[in-house]
Each structure stands twice: as structure tokens, then as C-alpha cells.
């Protein structure tokens, strides 16, 4: 079996591995080539049936001091754009064949037109997840962007995307899906037993992983945590929403938990399980992916589909995972979260929810004055309980 310490600490290796050491040696071995996608959803099925490793970028973190990035961006926005940014005038994200962004917010949206004027000759493209109204409209858009983005990535790796590579991909990632939620629903039953540093540094390592060799990494940490002896604490027992773009840092994250809480669900990282059920595997598998986008993807800030449902989703969470509390934490200047947030906020007050808002950048002064914030927060949840 594997141990557990190790395998955590290999997590956190490929965590703060900003030079891509990882990438670089799966290049070598198999002679694919690395793509970086922007959170938060993109199929990555088709990026890995035409021979590529997609690897979510989330920017430096609080681990990259930003120079180079600040140059291109105003002061006023998230971020993670300066901080990729930087990587890649840094040439540290030379591997990489080009990026994929997603229509996450505004921000986002645009960045691919600064990298391809910073780097020309790198591959550069926006994927415009449809908005319709009209599904069969919208599956047939989705589809067609799929296969523009095969056409033009098939040329640069010589492997065609085939249905058999597609649909071999979309089991690889069914399977990655079904083990993710099994340890989210096994930290939400001993949530003591599975810190939520570990599950998150865990899916970290999934952002960067080849998607067989994830999977496996998710069998041994569940294997391995079972035999630990770990010991119930008295905290509480809390939700966090409003981080599935920009990440906040494990130091952040530890220091939630250090504040008496226990995290039993949460919205980061939600590209790895942005789809909450099986995409079916048919002889159309590039419709199967649009239809699951419809049918089955998770609510977020940044689809539009009115506020009711993503509330209603965030009420489910807190009742499914017998949460006593909900911490928004957004990043500064996260438009979508903090738009949506005060319908949430509404909408946990007729449920009777108590909840704290509060927002973070990537700057470790500011994470005393969050503890201090959440354990208060915590200690007012226990004393109106006892009440």
C-alpha cells in the first residue's frame, strides 16, 4: 500500500512545482503534448483523445511574486491572469502548446487575445460554452466548437481523435468523476479522518496528472487514509462557496481549519467535477459530452441560468452534508461570485442558515485577520446552538 505521507507529499510537490517538471517528463515518455486550460470547464476528453495532457493553470499562487504580469493587466481585476501571465513571460510554460480559456467571466474571456499577442506562435483559443435557451441550438453549437478545436489540434499532435480514443477518454474521466465524488462523500461523513488541505492539495495534483495515473493516486489516498487513526474534533461543520475560479492557497485553506471548522463541501477546483454524472459512452461521443454539459453540469457563478438553482443547489449542499454554516470566500474583484452572492445570501436567510462572507487575495498577511474572522464565526454557531 501506498503511504499516505508520502503520497501527500508528492501533492504538494506538484503544487508548488511552477517550472512544470511533471509535464516535462510525460512529454518525454509518451512524445504528447501539454496544453493549459484556464478554469474552469473544458472537455478535457477531447484534449486527451487528440493526444494531449490538459492541465488546468491557476497561476502562481501565493508562491509567485508577479512582475512581469502587472505590466498587462489593470490593478482592478482577479489575480490569476497576471499570475499566468507571468509564468509564461517567465518561460515557464514553454512545454506548453498553447492555452484554452473558457467563457469563465470577462477576464478570462480576453486573455487569450493578450497571450496571442504576447506569444505568436503559440496556440491560442477561447471556448464559448453556450448560453442558449434553446438546447438543441446550444448541443449543436458545443459540438461544433469541439471539433473546430480538433481540427486545429489534431495537425499539431498527429493523432486524430477518433470515436474510439473519444469515448476510450470520456471512461477515463467518468471514472475520475465517480472517484472524486466518492472521497468528497467520504470526507463529508469523517470529515477529521480526511482534512480538507489533503483533499485539496489532492486535487491539485489532478490539474496537472495524466488522467489514468490521477485515478490512481485517488485509490491509494482513500486506501491509504482508511487505515489512519485519526481522532474527532469539536468543530463546525461548514460549507464554503464562491472559489471555483482563482484558488485560494492551502495556507488560506489551513487556515479555515485551524479556525474550528470543518469542511464538508466546497466549489474548489469544480473543473474536475464540473459534470456531477457519467457521460455516455456512444457512437456519437462529442454530442454525449454536450448533452452531459446540460443534464448534468453543477451550477456556478458563471452560467447563467437565474438565480433560483444555484441557491437552491447551495441550500441542498448544506442539508445533504448536515452543514451548520456557509463561508463565501471569493477572490478580490471575482465578479461572478460576488454578483450571485447576495441572492445567496437571501436565499440562506429564509432558510435560516447562518453564513460569513469575506473575500482573499493571495497575500499571507491577511490570513490572521481571516482566522481570527472564521473562528468568531464558529464560536458564535456553537454558543446560539447550546442556546
Known amino acids: 500500500m501506498v503511504d499516505h505521507h508520502e503520497l501527500i507529499t508528492r501533492c504538494r510537490e506538484l503544487y508548488e512545482d511552477l517550472s512544470f517538471n511533471y509535464v516535462k517528463e510525460w512529454e518525454g515518455k509518451s512524445g504528447g503534448k501539454a496544453i493549459g486550460i484556464f478554469p474552469i470547464y473544458v472537455p478535457k476528453e477531447i484534449l486527451y483523445a487528440?493526444?494531449?495532457?490538459?492541465?488546468?493553470?491557476?497561476?502562481?499562487?501565493?508562491?509567485?511574486?508577479?512582475?512581469?504580469?502587472?505590466s498587462y493587466y489593470q490593478s482592478y481585476i482577479c489575480h490569476i491572469p497576471r499570475s499566468t501571465l507571468d509564468l509564461g513571460l517567465t518561460g515557464r510554460l514553454d512545454e506548453f502548446e498553447g492555452i484554452i480559456c473558457p467563457f469563465t467571466c470577462d477576464v478570462v474571456r480576453n486573455f487569450t487575445g493578450v497571450w496571442k499577442l504576447l506569444f505568436p506562435n503559440k496556440y491560442?483559443?477561447?471556448?464559448?460554452?453556450?448560453?442558449?435557451?434553446?438546447?438543441?441550438?446550444?448541443?449543436?453549437y458545443f459540438v461544433a466548437q469541439c471539433k473546430e478545436i480538433l481540427s486545429e489540434l489534431e495537425p499539431i499532435t498527429g493523432q486524430k481523435a477518433t470515436v474510439e480514443r473519444l469515448n476510450t477518454a470520456i471512461e477515463l474521466y467518468n471514472e475520475?468523476?465517480?472517484?472524486?465524488?466518492?472521497?468528497?462523500?467520504?470526507r463529508a461523513e469523517q470529515p477529521w479522518q480526511i482534512p480538507t488541505t489533503e483533499v485539496y492539495l489532492l486535487m491539485r495534483a489532478g490539474n496537472v496528472l495524466e488522467v489514468s495515473e490521477y485515478n490512481q493516486w485517488l485509490k491509494d489516498y482513500m486506501a491509504a487514509v482508511g487505515q489512519l487513526e485519526r481522532n474527532p474534533e469539536d468543530k463546525v461543520r461548514v460549507v464554503v462557496s464562491g472559489a471555483f475560479c482563482e484558488q485560494p492557497s492551502v495556507s488560506l485553506i489551513r487556515a479555515m481549519e485551524l479556525s474550528g471548522c470543518y469542511i464538508v463541501d466546497d466549489d474548489f477546483i469544480l473543473g474536475n467535477r464540473y459534470l456531477d454524472e457519467d457521460v455516455k459512452v456512444t457512437d456519437d461521443p462529442l454530442r454525449a459530452l454536450a448533452e452531459a454539459y446540460f443534464s448534468?453540469?453543477?451550477?456556478?457563478?458563471?452560467?447563467?441560468?437565474?438565480?433560483?438553482?444555484?441557491?437552491?443547489?447551495?441550500?441542498?449542499?448544506?442539508?445533504?452534508?448536515?452543514?451548520?454554516?456557509?463561508?463565501?470566500?471569493?477572490?478580490?474583484?471575482?465578479?461572478?461570485?460576488?454578483?450571485?452572492?447576495?441572492?445567496?445570501?437571501?436565499?440562506?436567510?429564509?432558510?435560516?442558515?447562518?453564513?460569513?462572507?469575506?473575500?482573499?487575495?493571495?497575500?499571507?498577511?491577511?490570513?490572521?485577520?481571516?482566522?481570527?474572522?472564521?473562528?468568531?464565526?464558529?464560536d458564535s454557531i456553537k454558543l446560539w446552538e447550546v442556546a
Open 124 to 140: 491560442s483559443r477561447f471556448f464559448d460554452q453556450p448560453q442558449a435557451t434553446s438546447l438543441e441550438i446550444a448541443i449543436d
Open 176 to 186: 475520475n468523476r465517480r472517484l472524486i465524488r466518492k472521497l468528497y462523500d467520504m
Open 50 to 70: 487528440a493526444g494531449m495532457l490538459p492541465v488546468e493553470l491557476y497561476g502562481g499562487g501565493d508562491i509567485l511574486d508577479v512582475v512581469k504580469g502587472d
Open 296 to 378: 448534468s453540469q453543477v451550477p456556478s457563478s458563471c452560467r447563467f441560468e437565474g438565480y433560483d438553482p444555484k441557491t437552491r443547489r447551495l441550500v441542498q449542499q448544506v442539508r445533504e452534508r448536515r452543514a451548520e454554516g456557509v463561508i463565501f470566500a471569493a477572490p478580490s474583484f471575482c465578479d461572478p461570485a460576488l454578483e450571485d452572492r447576495p441572492y445567496h445570501q437571501k436565499g440562506l436567510d429564509q432558510e435560516n442558515i447562518r453564513y460569513i462572507s469575506l473575500q482573499y487575495a493571495e497575500d499571507t498577511a491577511q490570513f490572521g485577520a481571516i482566522r481570527e474572522q472564521i473562528g468568531t464565526f464558529t
